[in-house]
């Protein structure tokens, strides 16, 4: 007994919480830098990057609301610049970004809002949730803008608790960047303005005495930031003013629809409507089953222990059984005792800020996720703004028996980031949503190979990006399939033609069809959804490429 003992505190001397949470961290590292670029750009990532090398080649970048906020271009093309252009340099930034979502976790556990156990899981889902893993190795701006998110709601509680200006200088840098990001932060920042302004007026938060001077600081930063960042550092005024803008004896002229924040507006009210990538509204749902099941189930549990915890559902439980049983609710008194005990002890364990947290996120996770639901753009992407709260929401009340639980669920989650993150294939999961297939790197060795080549195809995307610079120059390029002898001509190594717009063969060449992307086709599976979740196997829906090469000299 005593050996046993001497163990048991042998290993409680070693695993300590803050070397358990550095080794979350190292988990999360690897899984976030590891072969980065072990899988071609997506289709998206592959423009961010475009926009970005142009950026830094010819200093060209207008704000476009169908490709979101500058700054993940700003900030590509700085490393761009530093390290050069690579698949593996456009992702190291959202990987970084990604990680450091978990020493904010840490910040929250020092103000008291989160216990040691409830920090560790939380981390721990943080890290190894194949959602977050995927799109932090993924240049697009939703990673950043989950960052700055985070980022916010830190500020916010150490403004909250200590009132320090400083915290709220923080805060308007995560709102400027998360502003920076992407159209829907908005909605977020509304969100949280909205549970934060409706504590203070209950009096569940107190607001320091210096609050109004620190607004304005607030506002100013935010304001003045994005005003820079949007106008290209004053080199497009328009976006922020309009076209055409200027006072005059006869008055101002001020043209509010050529603005780059009304077109923001009427963009995306537009793609709302027009649902050019739509779906039902529990389009999410499925995905969480598919990839997050253990967090949803945490997080069902959660919400549910915290909207009922003045009532005992084991209480309730007893009381059903006892009537069925004996036709009476009466417990009997050990019953009612050990209720009793059970109250008592979660008072205990429980604080003041740790129920707002708890409130905060719940409020935050519902609202996030019934916004996402109502919008009529649906992509795969759009999971994680509403998958960070629910990782806080999963430790809610978080004993023994959720500890069991949650830890076999990370076998799940494990084994689903494995499998969409680091299997270097082309994979038939809707997380891919369009994705540039594997397939793809045989067709560029074939093409460096070769001096000239010809694309006459409406399908071409990535290659701009792969063949960025004076590599273009030995690609000749039409719009669409076009004669033989103009595809001939100049005798190419290499001939691209969309496999629905081409030639059943070309004389002098052999002929080889490939993916050019790829994506999950619901309607070839829906008759088999039990056997493609155990599998995650069957057909795919695909753009597909005509390959002619020169026959080969024998």
């Given at each position: 007994m005593q050996q046993a003992a001497v163990i048991s505190n042998k290993i409680k001397f070693f695993f300590t919480f803050e070397r358990i949470f550095f080794l979350i961290l190292l988990i999360a590292f690897i899984l976030r830098f590891s072969q980065l670029d072990l899988k071609l750009l997506h289709h998206d990532e592959a423009i961010h990057s475009w926009f970005s090398y142009e950026l830094l080649t010819k200093g060209s970048w207008v704000y476009d609301p169908s490709y979101h906020g500058p700054f993940l271009y700003y900030i590509t093309a700085g490393m761009f610049f530093v390290f050069g252009s690579s698949d593996l340099i456009a992702r190291v930034l959202p990987a970084f970004f990604g990680f450091l979502l978990l020493p904010l976790v840490y910040c929250i556990h020092k103000l008291g809002y989160i216990n040691k156990?409830?920090?560790?899981?939380?981390?721990?889902?943080?890290?190894?949730?194949?959602?977050?893993?995927?799109?932090?190795?993924?240049?697009?701006?939703?990673?950043?803008?989950?960052?700055?998110?985070?980022?916010?709601?830190?500020?916010?509680?150490?403004?909250?608790?200590?009132?320090?200006?400083?915290?709220?200088?923080?805060?308007?840098?995560?709102?400027?960047?998360?502003?920076?990001?992407?159209?829907?932060?908005?909605?977020?920042?509304?969100?949280?303005?909205?549970?934060f302004a409706f504590a203070v007026r209950m009096k569940r938060l107190t607001l320091p005495a210096g609050w109004k001077n620190d607004l304005l600081i607030w506002m100013f930063i935010t304001i003045g930031s994005l005003a820079v960042i949007y106008s290209a550092f004053g080199f497009h005024p328009e976006t922020l003013i309009g076209q055409n803008f200027h006072i005059g004896l006869e008055g101002v002229n001020f043209q509010a629809n050529t603005t780059g924040w009304y077109q923001a507006v009427s963009h995306w009210v537009a793609m709302h409507n027009e649902q050019r990538l739509g779906g039902p509204f529990f389009l999410y749902i499925p995905l969480y089953l598919l990839y997050e099941l253990p967090l949803f189930v945490l997080a069902i549990v959660g919400t549910i222990q915290f909207l009922f915890r003045d009532v005992s559902l084991i209480l309730w439980g007893r009381r059903v059984k006892t009537w069925v049983t004996d036709r009476r609710f009466e417990l009997p008194v050990q019953d009612l005792a050990n209720e009793s005990l059970r109250r008592l002890q979660l008072r205990r364990a429980g604080t003041g800020e740790s129920d707002i947290f708890f409130q905060f996120c719940i409020y935050w996770m519902i609202l996030t996720m019934a916004f996402y639901a109502y919008v009529g753009e649906k992509v795969p992407w759009l999971i994680i703004p509403q998958l960070l709260p629910m990782c806080f929401v999963a430790v809610y009340r978080f004993n023994w028996q959720k500890m069991v639980f949650a830890l076999l669920g990370c076998l799940f989650l494990l084994a689903m980031t494995w499998h969409v993150a680091f299997i270097p294939a082309d994979i038939n999961e809707p997380i891919v949503q369009v994705q540039n297939s594997e397939e793809m790197r045989e067709v560029m060795k074939l093409m460096d190979a070769s001096e000239r080549m010809v694309i006459a195809s409406k399908d071409y995307w990535p290659l701009p990006w792969y063949y960025r610079g004076s590599r273009w120059d030995r690609i000749s390029f039409y719009g669409d399939i076009t004669e033989t002898k103009t595809l001939t001509k100049e005798n190419p190594g290499v001939i691209i033609l969309h496999d629905t717009a081409s030639y059943p063969s070309i004389e002098g060449y052999d002929k080889k069809t490939y993916k050019l992307s790829y994506w999950f086709s619901f309607y070839d599976n829906q008759n088999r959804l039990l056997e493609y979740y155990l599998h995650r196997d069957g057909q795919m829906g695909s753009i597909n490429i005509d390959l002619f090469t020169p026959h080969k000299v024998t």
């Open positions: 156990n409830q920090t560790l899981f939380a981390a721990l889902f943080i890290a190894i949730s194949p959602d977050l893993v995927y799109f932090s190795r993924f240049l697009r701006h939703d990673i950043f803008m989950l960052f700055f998110t985070l980022l916010l709601l830190v500020a916010l509680l150490y403004y909250f608790e200590k009132g320090q200006t400083r915290y709220s200088v923080v805060a308007a840098v995560a709102a400027a960047g998360a502003l920076a990001c992407k159209e829907e932060m908005p909605v977020i920042l509304l969100i949280f303005i909205s549970f």
